[in-house]
């Protein structure tokens, strides 16, 4: 699977690029972290590949997820979290 993480400032130019790949024959994922402040956008883009066999067992998936924690400004304490965590198989 490979996986890109953006992210853009408020003015859309893009501040942060990461790549991320990983390679598995039942499982696989990516992690990544980067901060983000107000006005930044983020964006998740994964694709993944099969090898080409011919049965039930050629069955894959792909998917991205983001998960956020949310820190107060002052204290760096999490003030609410959301989560849309998922990860992909190769």
Known sequence: MNARLRVLNG??????????????????????????THGDSVSIQCNGVRADRVGPENQASV??????????SSARAPARGGRDRTAGAG
């Open 63 to 72: 998917s991205c997820g983001v998960e956020m924690t949310i820190y107060q």
């Open 11 to 36: 003015a859309g130019t893009v501040r942060y690029v990461s790549d991320k790949s990983c390679s598995g024959l039942d499982f696989c994922a990516t992690t990544d972290s980067v901060g983000v």
